[in-house]
């Protein structure tokens, strides 16, 4: 049957304003959006099912505003032209995209186009507060449906309301979030895929989490319970991306060794890699203490694992426990990164900074440990920013603590909060020094060495190197936020504040691009012909430091980690008597 209407379905990824109040966008990005991937992947298996009847055809439209403009207007004019047949969604919307996801939705709700919001913020929002805390009025105000947990067997009901003109202004599904296994896979075309750099993608195999870090948002949104996609899930998806070309992927679950599946999707990912030819590369986030379940990391590298992050968060026992992070073991951190490096697979590490223990002073030494003593390529460092959604700002927002109120800034890289031992002038002041302290000359020069010593791809660890070293000076955003060449339009400023002149804007934006790239050509010609010394250095194999020296039985009394950071020495201590009644030791 030949369809008679066409269902507009327009799904966009906010981006968020940057200090100056525009529009964060790039020619090309670096980080996939895995909620785009997820709803699409849902979307069009509704489309397939016909859930608006056999008479109605869907055109899915993604939009990533990281790397693609919201062109309102000519998005308005496609629906008017079917009849303002259709629905705007606000995909996986944080709370420092929720500002401008609300700008993003005015034009289309003061057209009348039925507008639903979802993501962490309303999900967080409406999980751990009244429901009507941290501006979600703003919602109601303007008639924007806001949708909290995910959408697997749930995009149908806001569909046919859409369609009906009758969205709730509420669809909450926080205490009934489903399985996962033989749900639609997460899926963009290529056409979407394209505008990030090195064609990557990226899929969720798990959501959940047992443990109750403070800070964390995840476990008061997607639960507790863990759940996960199956083997077959995962091949299914690896399968209909390699169809279209695109074999890289970001696998953004919390923790991928939590996944009690892990080693059934390893090795179909293996067999995928060894039998069937598909040269899978794979970035996946894991815990400090994967190290110790039998095989993991080397089916991992079997599996296509290049890059893996670690939240660290902090090398301060105190401060893990103060944030109920006790599953990060410091007296672990070494053994974990050494085994990594054995199968030369590039670390990244999240690092926080803002814990009550925290000074300037400590953050400044603590750096100079983790550069000497842990055998770790690239640091994310993050504020302790009170997330919606999170224990820390439920607490906070109960007493009536003062929070800044401008959600544009919960992006973990500026200060929200007060702190009990820093200023805030001091914290931010720390949180840009913590970056040049870092990715010093010396140290990026050590990195690379430490790289051909133990077989991690020197290129691939410079390419990474560049965009952390170079992303908060260049840029003044966070390198997960970064991409290739900025984009800004006057028009696309932050409602209240001035739209500037075209003659001011432009030759402006002109020279700082210049400068900025200029700049960045000498720090990428720096690391080259660094790279290019050490490959020819014939001892370049033997390198050894501190940090890549074999574990040893007196390493909690010679090395600085385990000795001068605050807690540590109570963390040695409880290892070795758990070993001694274990007789362990």
């Known amino acids: 049957m030949t369809a008679k209407r066409r269902f507009q379905l327009v799904l966009i990824k906010p981006s968020h304003y940057d200090d100056d109040g525009y ?46 403009s919201v062109d309102a207007p000519a998005l308005l004019a496609r629906l008017r032209s079917h009849g303002d047949f259709g629905l705007v969604g ?20 003061n057209a009348g186009i039925p507008v639903v919001m979802g993501g962490f913020h309303v999900s967080g929002c409406l999980s751990m507060l009244d429901g009507r805390a941290i501006d979600l009025d703003a919602c109601r105000e303007l008639g924007i449906a806001m949708f909290a947990g995910e959408a697997e067997g749930r995009l149908d009901m806001v569909l046919r309301d859409a369609a009906e003109g009758q969205l709730a202004p509420v669809y909450n599904f926080m205490k009934d979030l489903p399985g996962m296994q033989g749900t639609p896979v997460p899926f963009l075309p290529k056409r979407y895929v394209a505008r990030t750099l090195g064609l990557s993608t990226s899929f969720d195999a798990g959501r959940g989490c047992p443990y109750q870090c403070s800070f964390c948002t ?17 091949e299914h998806l690896v399968r209909l991306n390699w169809a279209q070309g695109i074999h890289k992927f970001f696998i953004t679950d919390d923790n991928f060794a939590r996944n009690r599946d892990w080693e059934a999707i390893f090795d179909r990912l293996i067999e995928l890699r060894e039998k069937d030819g598909i040269p899978l590369g794979l970035m996946i986030q894991v815990d400090t203490l994967c190290h110790k379940i039998s095989n993991f990391i080397e089916k991992a590298k079997r599996a296509g694992v290049t890059r893996v992050f670690i ?10 426990a103060a944030a109920k992070k006790r599953q990060n073991k410091i007296t672990e951190y070494r053994s974990m990164l050494l085994a990594w490096k054995a199968q030369g697979i590039i670390t990244l590490a999240g690092y926080i900074l803002g814990f009550p223990a925290d000074t300037p002073e400590t953050i400044r030494r ?27 700002h439920q607490i906070l927002w109960k007493n009536g603590v003062s929070m800044d109120p401008d959600l544009n800034k919960y992006d973990v890289e500026h200060v929200c909060s007060a702190h009990p031992k820093m200023s805030k002038e001091e914290w931010e002041a720390i949180y840009h020094e913590a970056w040049s302290l870092y990715y010093t000359r010396e140290h990026m020069e050590t990195l690379l060495r430490r790289a051909a010593a133990t077989g991690v791809p020197m290129v691939s660890l410079l390419k990474v190197l560049v965009t952390f070293a170079s992303a908060v000076t260049l840029e003044n955003v966070h390198p997960l936020q970064c991409g290739v060449f900025r984009l800004k339009r006057p028009s696309e400023r932050r409602p209240g504040l001035p739209r500037e002149s075209s003659w001011i804007f432009w030759p402006r934006f002109a020279w700082e691009s210049l400068r900025k790239h200029w700049i960045l050509i000498g720090t990428i010609g720096r690391l080259v012909l660094l790279k290019i010394a050490i490959t020819r250095d014939p001892n370049a194999k033997a390198y050894t430091d501190r940090a890549l020296t074999p574990i040893r039985d007196d390493d909690d009394e010679t090395f600085d980690l385990l000795t001068k950071t605050t807690g540590a020495r109570a963390a040695i201590a409880h290892v070795k008597k758990v070993a001694e009644l274990t007789g362990t030791h």
């Open 23 to 68: 529009v964060i966008r790039w020619w090309r990005t670096i980080i996939p959006s895995n909620s785009l991937a997820a709803i699409y992947g849902i979307a069009a298996d509704c489309a397939e099912r016909q859930v608006l009847g056999p008479d109605v055809a869907f055109d899915i439209t993604v939009i990533d505003e990281t790397n693609t």
């Open 90 to 109: 606000l995909i996986g919307v944080q709370s420092n995209q929720y500002p401008r996801a609300l700008d993003i939705a005015r034009p289309f709700r």
């Open 218 to 234: 995840i476990i008061n949104v997607q639960g507790r319970k863990s759940r996960y996609r199956s083997a077959d899930d995962v």
């Open 311 to 320: 939240g660290l968060e902090n090398i301060n026992a105190d401060n893990l």
């Open 366 to 392: 603590d750096i100079a440990i983790m550069q000497k003593e842990l055998p770790l390529d690239v640091i994310e460092f993050f504020c302790l920013t009170p997330l919606p959604g999170s224990e820390d």
